[in-house]
C-alpha cells in the first residue's frame, strides 16, 4: 500500500488531519463519492461496496471510520442466546482485526463496526494512514460477515512498507524504527512504565499492577495499546452471564464515591475504546494509535491515546470491583 498521486496532487506528502483529508479526497478522489452532511456533521462516501461515515469532531485530533452491519443487531434479539451470538459476533471481530472496535448503535441495536483513534494529528502522508484505516475496516468487515455465514469477500493483505524508522514523539534525539517502538518509549517517559519483555509482535510494559501491550500492526505506522482483565471464563461459558456483562459494557462506569465528578462508557459512540473477551475469559480494553516519522506532531497524538487508554484502564478496574461474584470470578485480580 503505498501514497497516492490523486489528480496529479501529492497528498500524501501533505500533513493533515484526518478532517481536513477526508474533505481534499473528496475533491481528488471522485471514486469514493464522498457527500458532506452538514446538518448532522459528517462524511460519507463508498469503499469497496462498504458504505463508510466519518464525524466531523472524531476527525479533528482523532479518526473516526464507521459502518453499520444490520445484518448483526439487538433489535430481533429476543433471547440470551441470540443475544449472546451477537455479541459474541463484536468479539470475534475485534480478536480477527486488531485495531477495530466494535459495538451496538444505542439507537437502531444494529452491529458498529470502526477503526478510530484517540489521537491522529497531522500525519506525514495522511492519505496513506487512511487508505491503512480503510484496509482495517474492509477486514473487520470481512469478520464480521464471515462469522455470520454471509457472503464475503477475502481482503488482499496489505503493504505499508514505506517510512521505517525516524520515529519519535519530540523529546530528545532518539528515533525509533517503528511507531509501536516510539509509543512504547513515550509510556516510559510519561506512565512510568518499564519495559518487561518485547518480540517481534509487541513490548510488554508494565507501571504498578498494570501491563501495557503495545502491538505493532504490520506496518510501521500502526500500533495497538491494550490492557488485558483475567477472570471472566465461567461467564463466557454461559450465554445468560455473559449477555449480562456486555449489557454492562455499554452503561455508564462511575467512581462510586465521586458518582457525579466522572463517567466512562466502552461502547460510547463518542469515544474510541476497543474492548472486547478474547475466547478463554480475558477482557481487553485497548486503543488503536498511528505515527509518522521525523515529526514532532506524534507527541500531541501519543498523549491523547495515552490518556485514553489510562481512562479505560481505570475504568476496567472499577467495573471489575462493581461486578458481582456470579460474574466476576477474581475480585483480588487486579487489570494486568
Known amino acids: 500500500m503505498e501514497a497516492n498521486l490523486r489528480q496529479g496532487v501529492e497528498v500524501g506528502e501533505m500533513r493533515k488531519t484526518a478532517f481536513d483529508l477526508l474533505f481534499d479526497l473528496g475533491q481528488l478522489s471522485p471514486e469514493f463519492g464522498l457527500e458532506r452532511n452538514d446538518e448532522e456533521g459528517f462524511f460519507s462516501f463508498n469503499y469497496h461496496g462498504i ?5 466531523y469532531l472524531s476527525n479533528v485530533q482523532g479518526l473516526s471510520l464507521r459502518t453499520t452491519l444490520p445484518e448483526c443487531t439487538l433489535r430481533r434479539a429476543t433471547s440470551a442466546t441470540e443475544k449472546a451470538t451477537a ?4 468479539d470475534h471481530v475485534c480478536r480477527s482485526r486488531p485495531g477495530a472496535r466494535a459495538y451496538f ?3 437502531s441495536g444494529d452491529l458498529v463496526v470502526a477503526v478510530e483513534s484517540a489521537g491522529f494529528g497531522e500525519q506525514l502522508r495522511a492519505d496513506t494512514a487512511i487508505d491503512i484505516a480503510l484496509f482495517m475496516l474492509e477486514e473487520a468487515v470481512y469478520a464480521a460477515r464471515l462469522f455470520l455465514g454471509l457472503p464475503a469477500t477475502p481482503v488482499a493483505p496489505a503493504r505499508a512498507e514505506q517510512f521505517g524508522g525516524g520515529y519519535h514523539f519530540g523529546e530528545g534525539m532518539r528515533t525509533y524504527p517503528t511507531a509501536r517502538d516510539a509509543f512504547a518509549a513515550y509510556l516510559v517517559k510519561h506512565l512510568s512504565c518499564e519495559e518487561v519483555s518485547r ?3 509487541s513490548v510488554l510494559l508494565r507501571s504498578g499492577p498494570v501491563d501495557y501491550e503495545v502491538m505493532g500492526m504490520g506496518w510501521p505506522s500502526g500500533f495497538m495499546v491494550a490492557t488485558t482483565t483475567r477472570g471472566f471464563r465461567h461467564s463466557m461459558r454461559d450465554d445468560a452471564r455473559y449477555v449480562q456483562i456486555q449489557e454492562r459494557l455499554a452503561q455508564p462506569v462511575t467512581n462510586p ?3 457525579g465528578e466522572w463517567s466512562w462508557n466502552f461502547r460510547d459512540p463518542g469515544r474510541t475504546a476497543i474492548a472486547y473477551f478474547q475466547e478463554d475469559g480475558s477482557f481487553v480494553v485497548g486503543q488503536y494509535g498511528f505515527g509518522s516519522p521525523r515529526t514532532d506532531a506524534n507527541g500531541p497524538a501519543y498523549e491523547l491515546v495515552a490518556q485514553a487508554q489510562s481512562l479505560g484502564v481505570y475504568a476496567m478496574t472499577l467495573l ?7 460474574l466476576y470470578s477474581d ?3 487486579r487489570p494486568n
Request: glycine fraction near 0%; include cysteine.
Open 51 to 55: 458504505p463508510v461515515t466519518a464525524p
Open 87 to 90: 455479541y459474541r459476533c463484536l
Open 105 to 107: 448503535d444505542p439507537a
Open 199 to 201: 518480540d517481534e509482535r
Open 257 to 259: 464515591e465521586r458518582p
Open 320 to 326: 471489575v470491583e462493581d461486578l458481582p461474584d456470579d
Open 331 to 333: 475480585e483480588a485480580n
